[in-house]
């Protein structure tokens, strides 16, 4: 499913040919780390990642997540083991990440990591 996603995504030009290659490496990672068992484990974060990393080239900006639910996030006990994947996560991406599209990628993480 994530596949036909991100194959929509860019044949309709939402996604650029790197956002896409960034997207397949990072479900690679997440494979290799045992974060996920399958892709489609990842659909929804991987969807958001994509969608993220256009923004970043557009200059799109979205607000922050809520303050509340960012103290539960960070209150969570995988939170540090999310935000330790995030930052290598991170560091393939083709363009840096601003901080508020990185809070809502802390909180798939920490939900991925609870639920599998």
Same mark, same amino acid.
């Given at each position: 499913?994530?596949?036909?996603?991100?194959?929509?995504?860019?044949? @309709? /030009?939402?996604? /650029?040919?790197? =956002?896409?290659?960034?997207?397949?490496? =990072?479900?690679? !990672?997440?494979?290799?780390?045992?974060? *996920? @068992?399958?892709?489609?484990?990842?659909?929804? !974060?991987? %969807?958001?990642?994509?969608?993220?990393?256009?923004?970043?080239? %557009?200059?799109?900006? *979205?607000?922050?997540?809520?303050?509340?639910?960012?103290?539960? *996030?960070?209150?969570?006990?995988?939170?540090?083991?999310?935000?330790?994947?995030?930052?290598? *996560?991170?560091? #393939?991406? &083709?363009? &840096? !990440?601003?901080?508020?599209?990185?809070?809502?990628?802390? #909180?798939?993480? =920490?939900?991925?990591? @609870? /639920?599998?």
């Amino acid at each position: 499913m994530i596949q036909e996603k991100l194959t929509i995504l860019r044949e @309709n /030009n939402v996604i /650029n040919d790197s =956002v896409y290659d960034y997207a397949q490496e =990072v479900l690679k !990672f997440m494979k290799a780390q045992n974060i *996920i @068992n399958n892709e489609d484990e990842a659909d929804t !974060f991987i %969807t958001h990642l994509a969608m993220a990393t256009a923004r970043q080239y %557009t200059e799109e900006t *979205i607000n922050s997540v809520d303050q509340m639910i960012n103290e539960q *996030i960070k209150a969570d006990q995988k939170y540090d083991e999310a935000l330790k994947y995030w930052n290598e *996560i991170a560091a #393939l991406a &083709p363009i &840096p !990440f601003r901080e508020n599209e990185a809070e809502y990628l802390h #909180l798939h993480l =920490v939900t991925l990591l @609870n /639920n599998y």
